[in-house]
């Protein structure tokens, strides 16, 4: 991907091919790491990663798939401006693992990735320090 033109237009070419749709994505200038916006299937329960969207984007990068992950947003009116919010909101995540963090597209919200079996714990912490 490094100096690479119509990187990204070539993946979501791939995704919007197989009716997929990106909920999160960051980027850096050697990867992409982005969220489905779904719980990983269909409808009809089929698996939203087919080999075929695999193979496919296999064709154009190396591909890694995580599960297990549950994704944590905070949700507030200018997020951006308020001063020591990254500060209270990263002590609180101190103790847990985060996978990918997502912000700046919006003033008011922070995305972030956590180990499923983490999410209620985080979500009550960041609720007690933050709220309460």
């Known amino acids: 991907m ?5 990187f990204l ?8 091919r197989h ?16 969220t489905l916006d779904t719980t990983g299937s269909t409808s009809t329960g089929d698996t939203l990663l087919t080999q075929s969207l695999l193979m496919e984007l296999s064709a154009l990068c190396r591909v890694e798939v995580e599960e ?4 944590v947003a905070l949700i507030g ?19 847990f693992n985060i996978r990918m963090i997502c912000y700046g597209a919006s003033s008011h919200n922070l995305c ?7 999410a209620e714990q985080v979500v009550q ?6 709220f309460e």
Do not use: Q, Y
Request: proline residues 3%; glycine residues 10%; negative net charge.
């Open 112 to 118: 972030f990735l956590v180990p499923g079996e983490d």
């Open 19 to 34: 009716n997929i749709s990106v909920d999160l994505i960051t980027t850096s200038e050697v990867s992409v790491a982005l």
């Open 68 to 71: 297990g992950l549950a994704l």
């Open 77 to 95: 009116n200018d997020l951006s401006k308020a001063c020591g919010v990254g500060k209270e909101v990263f002590g609180v995540l101190e103790p």
């Open 9 to 16: 237009a070539e993946v979501f070419g791939i995704l919007a």
């Open 2 to 6: 490094l100096h690479s033109r119509g």
């Open 125 to 130: 912490k960041l609720h007690f320090n933050l």
